[in-house]
């Protein structure tokens, strides 16, 4: 449920290491720093913000600077400012390649074929959801062997698609094995270099990547471990060390749950009966009272939360260790916050009983307690 | 009758000593599944609610002869316990364990496929026909003896209608969770193709849920094939598309 992005200099220093040419360039981490490393460079320079976000371009995370002056002006612009709601905390200063044509790699999870699938375009640059939807012909798919990987032949096959022959053909599909290696030796659910450029030269360069690493697949990869948590919020953090899936929304009702599909259907209903979603939190199968506990005081953290709606329809989750949580966490809230509670499935008598005895009325269908969540939300009083 | 698993089914439990595991078990039995075995590795010679435990699965071969597996086994050791029920050839391999990274998924089923054998899951509640078999973990009183073939994506959405169904006097012939993790085993086709040809099932009853365009094929081929029985989908969609701050990886 959490993607672990790298940005855009850990993406290339990775491509880097499985020998995937990358542009000249240096990172600057440090507000103060007078850019030792700029007269290694050689002007016109590009400067980019680090930011673990696509379309910097659109909103001025990307400057163009034809001297060193003119680049050191673009890192004070960068630094410390917010870009799409992420602060710049890197700048990478790049030497600006001679471009002849853009071109876009990348692989991702097929889904439907239970493989994985090389996206490849020779209109690279843009968002490659984009070019799909506009262009779908201009995006080739071809769904990888899983027990094959890609081979030379595959790699060739795929590189001649884009257009090329000779040497630049045989160059081009080396970087296409060597990019499919990466996004498996690593765990990727989606590589992409966007554009690779070829420049006038008529050699390739990376210049810019994005790596989505999967985070079950963090036990082999423990050098991924700490980026898990440095983009999360402290709530998401807490949500994330509890295994639940939080996101938070924009609306006055928390939510809780079973299982993402029902949480998604209550959030549905809410906003069917007029309500407004908070948050979307599933507490996953089996979860004992004390990871409820931490749900709901995530939830009731949240200062924009009048009601909580708590949709259980328990299989592997008891309902009396729901309803365990649920009592816990209201005797430590800070707030007193109303609670609509559908509770059902197994150990329903004894959770209700646990509820019942504390006060709480308890409901047996999903659109009553979530009529009621609305009500508690305009100030009804339970 | 039903689809996958049934009153015949001879199934074993891989990860039995584990609290899932040996828990769901007991279930299990209660209901009337055929559970014969259970594999643990280094646990062999324990007995578990009367069941013997073995250390591999290839030692329960001879005398048990199972055409099942369900398995608990922890993400981490799930895909060599999946390789090593794919091996010893059996039919139908349910995978309760949810976390397993996408790339082990995708290994096993490209091993299942080959040794044309079905996995269920992984990340799924596991599959019930209703009276008969249950190789899963789902509450038992909702789901009833019927004409409904259901097939879902999330568990819980899959009980919420299974309860609805049974307070209208319908049940289901069978219920399968395909599981709810990107890349699963047995999909929504496929699981159709199975309740075509069962005499059982006269309505099928689909739960989708978003990300990935398994949905839109489903639709196709039920649009394309004339699909002889009649089908309903619900598809909770939520805000959550529009919503701040929510990605899902769209394919």
Redesign the interface.
């Known amino acids: 449920m959490i993607?672990l992005y790298l940005i855009e200099n850990e993406a290339k220093q990775l491509l880097l290491r499985y020998g995937i040419p990358i542009p000249k360039g240096i990172l600057i981490s440090n507000y103060k720093e007078t850019l030792p490393g700029l007269s290694n460079l050689k002007p016109p320079y590009i400067v980019k913000a680090q930011i673990p976000a696509g379309g910097r371009g659109k909103t001025g995370g990307i400057i163009s600077a034809m001297s060193p002056h003119e680049a050191q002006e673009a890192v004070t612009q960068l630094m410390g400012t917010q870009i799409m709601n992420f602060p710049v905390k890197q700048v990478l200063i790049e030497e600006k390649l001679p471009v002849k044509k853009e071109l876009y790699l990348g692989f991702?999870?097929?889904?439907?074929n239970?493989?994985?699938v090389a996206l490849t375009s020779k209109m690279g640059g843009m968002e490659i959801?984009d070019v799909a939807e506009k262009t779908p012909q201009a995006v080739v798919r071809t769904t990888v062997?899983?027990?094959l990987g890609i081979r030379s032949f595959h790699a060739l096959s795929i590189a001649k698609q884009l257009g090329y022959r000779g040497g630049q053909l045989v160059e081009l599909s080396i970087i296409i094995q060597k990019l499919y290696q990466a996004f498996?030796e690593n765990?990727a659910?989606?590589i992409e270099i966007n554009p690779l450029i070829e420049t006038d030269s008529g050699s390739f360069v990376a210049a810019d990547a994005k790596i989505?690493i999967?985070d079950?697949?963090l036990?082999?990869h423990p050098e991924y471990k700490a980026k898990e948590t440095q983009m999360l919020s402290v709530q998401e953090a807490l949500a994330l060390k509890n295994n639940l899936a939080y996101?938070?929304?924009?609306g006055d009702i928390g939510v809780v749950?079973?299982?993402?599909?029902?949480v998604?259907?209550t959030?549905?209903l809410l906003?069917f009966f007029g309500g407004k979603?908070a948050d979307?939190l599933d507490i996953?199968?089996?979860a004992s009272a004390d990871v409820i506990k931490v749900a709901l005081k995530i939830v009731l953290d949240n200062p924009s939360v009048k009601s909580v709606l708590v949709n259980v329809?328990?299989?592997?989750t008891r309902c009396d260790e729901v309803a365990r949580g649920i009592i816990d966490a209201i005797k430590e809230a800070k707030e007193k916050k109303p609670l609509a509670v559908r509770l059902?499935?197994?150990n329903e008598k004894e959770g209700k009983r646990i509820l019942i005895d504390a006060g709480i009325s308890v409901l047996d269908s999903?659109e009553e307690a979530a009529k009621q969540a609305v009500a508690f939300a305009v100030g009804e009083k339970p | 009758m039903g689809i996958l698993i049934d009153s015949k089914t001879r199934a074993i439990v891989q990860g039995i000593t584990g609290k899932?595991g040996s828990y769901?078990t007991k279930l299990m039995l209660d209901y009337g599944a055929k559970i014969l075995a259970g594999v643990s590795p280094g646990k062999g010679g324990m007995t578990i609610d009367g069941l013997p435990v073995f250390d591999t699965v290839k030692e329960t071969l001879d005398s048990y002869s199972p055409n099942a597996s369900i398995i608990f086994v922890p993400?981490?050791f799930a895909q060599d316990a999946v390789l090593e029920a794919i091996e010893n050839k059996i039919k139908t391999i349910v995978v309760i364990t949810?976390?397993?990274?996408?790339?082990?998924?995708?290994?096993v089923?490209?091993?299942a496929a080959?040794a044309q054998v079905s996995v269920i899951g992984p990340n799924t509640?596991g599959i019930i026909t209703p009276g008969e078999c249950k190789l899963g973990?789902?509450?038992t009183s909702?789901f009833t003896p019927g004409n409904v073939g259901l097939v879902?994506?999330?568990?819980?959405?899959a009980?919420?209608v299974a309860?609805g169904l049974r307070a209208k006097g319908l049940g289901e012939s069978t219920c399968v969770g395909v599981g709810?993790d990107?890349?699963?085993?047995l999909?929504f086709i496929e699981a159709l193709e199975l309740f075509k040809d069962d005499a059982k099932t006269k309505a099928v009853v689909l739960?989708g849920?978003?990300?990935?365009?398994?949905e839109e094929?489903t639709a196709q081929y039920i649009v394309q094939e004339r699909y002889a029985k009649p089908v309903v989908a619900m598809l909770?969609?939520?805000?959550?598309h529009l919503?701040?701050?929510?990605?899902m990886?769209?394919?």
Not at chain 1, 247 to 250: A, G, I, M, P
Not at chain 2, 98 to 106: G, M, Q, V
Not at chain 2, 152 to 157: E, V
Not at chain 2, 182 to 185: E, F, L, N, R
């Open positions: 993607s991702t999870v097929d889904r439907f239970r493989s994985y959801e062997d899983p027990q498996a765990d659910e989606m989505v999967d079950n697949a036990f082999r996101v938070k929304l924009d749950g079973n299982g993402a599909g029902l998604m259907a959030v549905d906003n979603p979307f996953g199968g089996g329809l328990g299989g592997i059902v499935g197994t999903m | 899932q769901h993400a981490n949810e976390h397993i990274p996408i790339r082990d998924s995708i290994n089923i490209a091993n080959q509640p973990i789902m509450p909702i879902s994506r999330s568990g819980t959405l009980y919420e309860a709810g990107p890349v699963v085993g999909n739960i849920e978003i990300g990935g365009n398994m094929l909770p969609v939520a805000l959550l919503a701040n701050g929510w990605v990886q769209e394919q």
